[in-house]
């Protein structure tokens, strides 16, 4: 496994492999590396032959009074669990060697980045979308990975590859929790350990909505309105929000008919959690 710091060591080691005729797979991450990502690079593992893992922990996505300075940073330990995984190349720039001082042109993530977390967040989703942009023109990748847990960090994804006809296929993977329902977040080592306790309030809000819907319920307006009631019942969890949404248009939903996503973002003391579950009818 190889570990480069440059846009131009990236280049020259992705024109060798592409010159063997493997196939490209880029995994983006921040890094705080743990099982939800490595699933990713896994399932990279199996579907390309060469497998770049950026680790980059990116500013223009964090706002102001955000934890960007205190987001957790554990290099050595990511490259060690990296390379048992089988990625072949890592690639760890510095905010210098991706952002010019004098860069101007950033990616609008257009209205799906302004409803629920870009509403909390503004300006998170443009900050993703330039650096995503950014990593797929450094990498060039035929096939990129990201996770569902970020479920509308994903449809932004998909959405801009389709709108600027960029040349990457998307995969979508699972959620990976831990046996508590939890979902694995690089954030979880945040919280205190009453709050970790609470923490699988989400889990819980989610499966509430899941086993409504699959008994036959479809106001989605209810669904909505039991995850917050269950989220209520937890006192150190304050609600951002709860809601049934159409998985492609992140638009609210009315009635469950066909693809449904229920979405949660819940605060516990200073950390916020986020967390989605598909939803289907029991039809
Ligand atoms: P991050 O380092 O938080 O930017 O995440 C990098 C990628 O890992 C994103 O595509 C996330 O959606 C994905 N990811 C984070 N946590 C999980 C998880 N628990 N299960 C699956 N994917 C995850």
Redesign the pocket.
Known sequence: MERVGSIEEVRQAVLAARREGKRIAL??????L?A??L??VDAACKRADYVVVSIFVNPTQFGPGEDFAAYPRDLERDFDLLRSEGADLVFTPSVDAMYAADAQVTVAPGPLGDVFEGEIRPGHFSGVCTVVAKLFGIVQPDLA??????FQ??AIVKRMVCDLDLPVRIVA?????VPDGL????RNVYLSAGERHAATVLYRALRTAETLALGGETDAALLAEAMRACIAEEPLATLDYAAVIDPATLRTLDVLAGPARALVAVRLGETRLIDNMPLSTGA
Do not use: N, W, Y
């Open positions: 995994v983006p991450t921040m890094g705080a743990h939800g990502h699933s990713l990975f990201f996770g569902e847990k970020d960090q994903l993977c699972p959620i990976v929790r979902a694995l977040s690089s």
